[in-house]
């Protein structure tokens, strides 16, 4: 999975009901902790609870957390302390915390922060009921409903059975290895999550309109040196294939029409159901789902895109033409020591061959600069892929020392000055690039997905084209409505592109 910084979702207010418990929720981190903090606030809302947008209003107050990066756990923190001044200042009766940040700190976040009354991990999901104060509904408390306690080991294989869970050989592996361990971590617990939702399970979506994302498998059994989220979410395993046509048919008949199917690594994706080309067999039955417009998946491991995948991805106009590949490096011997393998020369062969049997296919890819012993010359031919592999967006991030990491314990450290540099020197090299494929794209009509007003001026709408994976690439805005006198959230409309910034674009409606 690509290294990515965290960002706040607040989640819009639902119709009050007669006082209900009033529950606040503010999701920190990636769109895999997204779809967690949605099927907690589900099984909320399906508890009785009123989910609302203001903290100041709420009795209870949720923290779903992202910990796999300093910064991350920092800004954790900082919103942990924040939401504890409404418990405080007396409004709120409890603070609980969720999701990675308890994973590897669970002891610790309440002996250091003793506003908070409990933490749920992510592999125990139905504890936010418990946690909130609300008794498990009768009728949910049954053995096939999706909320299971999975504190048991009992409890835990009936989920697995009922998600398809198997483990694959390279997980077997990687466990003997002690990839998974966490023994060196003071207040973490030694059971690993062991979690995936299902399709009966409650989920209150908290994206734009017409847009969803769908977890399709859960965990990670790459060794890559640099991370830990192995560690904190546990071994890979994939949710069951009817289980996610289900929740897309749901999810099309509600008017979503856009879904982006996530995992630490979606290639992986049926491995463990012992299914072949798991994922282009997934793609290929969404695609048949009439109201669906656009199926996207983020993010493929490099040596898991097969040409099985990329001829299903040419031969369904559904299925946009975007691959989100993380990279992390191009030089070989930092990959080696990333425990990543491969390096510039066939990566720039498999993007070759992606580009010529995917027709316009948008590549994402990020890069970490400063991993312990990448030397100037490394980065330099870092540098060189980069200009001649030509992505259409790059996310570069700066080398994070993670205690519990394996790279945690290499030598050769490079500074953080130069590790700054570095990163700034890559983006500029990219934004030269994307100024250039940006300007090219003028003149060319696409659809487009439009998402709301501009936050940044109400003249403006914000939108998406196929090229643009939620919240994470360049921005798309629409200053010419055509003929249309308002536009409607959630709609698609057929635009040209009429202006290119470095990374942003500007359309009309034709
Ligand atoms: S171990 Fe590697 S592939 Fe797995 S989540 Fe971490 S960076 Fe991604």
């Known amino acids: 999975m690509p290294v990515e910084s965290p960002t706040i979702t607040l989640v819009p207010e639902q119709p009050p009901e007669s006082k209900p418990l009033k529950v606040g929720f503010v999701s920190l981190g990636c769109p895999k902790n997204l779809v967690d903090s949605e099927v907690m606030m589900g099984m909320l809302q399906s508890g009785g609870a009123h989910i609302t947008s203001r ?189 996610v046509v289900a929740e897309a048919q749901r999810l099309a008949a509600n008017g979503v029409r856009e879904i982006t199917l996530i995992g630490q690594d979606t290639t992986c994706y049926g491995e463990d159901l012992g299914l072949k080309d798991g994922l282009a067999l997934l793609l290929e039955r969404l695609a048949h789902i009439d109201d669906l417009r656009w199926v996207r998946f983020l993010y493929a491991y490099p040596n898991k895109i097969t040409g099985k995948l990329l001829d299903t991805m040419a031969a369904h106009e559904k299925i946009c033409s975007y691959i989100d590949v993380p990279l992390q490096h191009a030089s070989s011997s930092v990959l080696k020591r990333m425990k990543r393998g491969a390096g510039a020369g066939i990566f720039l062969k498999a993007i070759e061959k992606m580009r010529r049997t995917v027709p316009g296919l948008t590549l994402r890819t990020s890069f970490i600069v400063g991993f312990p012993g990448e030397t100037e010359q490394d980065f330099d031919e870092l540098c060189e892929f980069v200009k001649a592999a030509q992505f259409d967006w790059l996310g570069v991030f700066s080398y994070s020392d993670e205690e519990g990491s394996q790279a945690f314990h290499l030598d050769d450290k490079v500074s953080e000055p130069e590790i700054e540099r570095r990163r700034k020197k890559l983006m500029q090299v990219q934004r030269q690039i994307s100024k250039k494929k940006k300007a090219r794209l003028v003149g060319h009509q696409f659809d487009v997905l439009a998402l709301g007003p501009s936050e940044e001026t109400e003249l403006l709408w914000e939108g998406r084209t196929p090229m643009h994976a939620p919240e994470i690439d360049g921005k798309l805005f629409i200053n010419d409505f055509g003929e249309h006198e308002e536009l409607k959230p959630g709609e698609f409309y057929r635009c040209e592109i009429t202006e290119a910034h470095d990374y942003d674009l500007v359309v009309r409606i034709i």
Not at 56 to 74: E, G, L, P, R, Y
Not at 207 to 236: M, N, V, W
């Open 55 to 243: 903290a100041d209003d709420a009795d209870v107050i949720v923290v779903n957390t992202c910990s796999f990066i300093d910064t991350a756990k920092q800004e954790s923190v900082n919103t942990i302390l924040e939401m504890a001044q409404h418990k405080i200042s007396g409004k709120a009766q409890k603070l609980v915390v969720a999701g990675c940040l308890v994973e590897r700190y669970r002891d610790e976040i309440q002996k250091n922060i003793p506003e908070v009354d409990a933490v749920v991990g992510t592999g125990e999901l139905e504890n936010i009921l418990a946690a909130a104060g609300i008794a498990l509904p009768g009728s949910l408390a049954e053995n096939n409903s999706p909320f299971v306690i999975l504190n048991s080991a009992a409890s835990s294989v009936s989920q697995s059975l009922k998600s398809g869970v198997r483990s694959r050989p390279e997980g077997e592996l990687r466990e003997s290895q002690g990839r998974f361990s966490r023994a060196q971590w003071d207040g973490a617990v030694a059971t690993l999550p062991n979690y995936l939702y299902n399709e009966t399970t409650p989920r209150l979506l908290a994206t734009p309109k017409a847009s969803a994302y769908i977890k399709i498998a859960e965990g990670c059994d790459h060794p890559c040196g640099f991370c830990i989220i192995p560690q904190l979410r546990g071994k890979f395993r994939s949710r069951h294939f009817e289980s």
